[in-house]
């Protein structure tokens, strides 16, 4: 059981480039999510996922898609990156159904933008 | 609106010192509230949660947390502090919607 693991651990992109970020998970959770984690900020949450085929903005969505075509999988793209998308990017999942559920973090994407 | 406010952003303790984390929520509906662990280089972990049922929650490692109504705090606790417990925790809030609100964080050190 691995969890929620995801893929590059790390990369550098310049200016202007494209790259998919894959989450992927074996606890047959319906919820998905992808935050980024920046100094003192905290967590802020891109896009999520309530289940397969179904995707939503989160918090700062701008310059970020995601696709949720597998229930196991979750990806988000960034089309042209830029500086400002420097940072820790985190997934992951959780039970659907009540408030009182955990989520499960997988151990992020370091990703720079030069 | 829901919000998370975590007070202070760096804690300093000694071993075997107190360690207290403070955390202040608003909320609209009764909160569900979850005390998260970060040690360096890895994702977030679950310490412990609150979900309207005992009010003083325990967890991992030795910390619990009191959910105090009145106050609208969820402050978390350990009697002695380890050098193992050097790392960033985050205080979260969920939604009805299935997401969660989290706090800025707070950056624990353990000075020997």
């Known amino acids: 059981n691995a969890g929620v693991t995801q893929t590059p651990k790390f990369r550098v992109l310049k200016t202007g480039q494209s790259m998919t970020l894959l989450c992927a998970q074996d606890m047959n959770h319906e919820y998905m999510y992808w935050y980024r984690q920046d100094p003192g900020m905290g967590l802020r949450l891109i896009h999520y996922?309530?289940?397969?085929?179904?995707?939503a903005k989160g918090e700062v969505p701008d310059g970020y898609n995601v696709s949720r075509l597998k229930k196991q999988n979750f990806l988000l793209g960034l089309e042209s990156a830029a500086p400002s998308q420097t940072s820790v990017y985190f997934c992951?999942?959780?039970?659907?159904?009540?408030?009182?559920?955990?989520?499960?973090f997988g151990p992020g994407t370091r990703l720079t933008v030069l | 609106a829901q919000s998370v406010t975590q007070l202070g952003s760096h804690v300093s303790v000694s071993e075997g010192a107190l360690v207290l984390l403070r955390c202040n929520y608003s909320?609209?509906?009764?909160?569900?509230l979850f005390w998260y662990v970060q040690y360096p280089n890895q994702g977030l972990q679950l310490l412990l949660k609150?979900?309207?049922?005992?009010?003083l929650v325990k967890g991992i490692n030795g910390f619990e947390a009191e959910f105090k109504k009145s106050e609208t705090s969820f402050h978390l606790t350990k009697p002695s502090a380890h050098m193992s417990d050097a790392a960033e925790y985050f205080c979260?809030?969920?939604?009805?919607?299935?997401?969660?609100?989290f706090g800025d964080g707070t950056t624990l050190t353990v000075k020997p």
């Open positions: 992951a999942s959780s039970l659907p159904g009540t408030r009182g559920s955990e989520q499960f």
């Open positions: 979260a809030l969920n939604t009805n919607a299935g997401k969660s609100t």
């Open positions: 996922s309530v289940g397969e085929g179904t995707t």
């Open positions: 609150y979900t309207s049922a005992a009010t």
């Open positions: 909320s609209s509906v009764p909160p569900y």
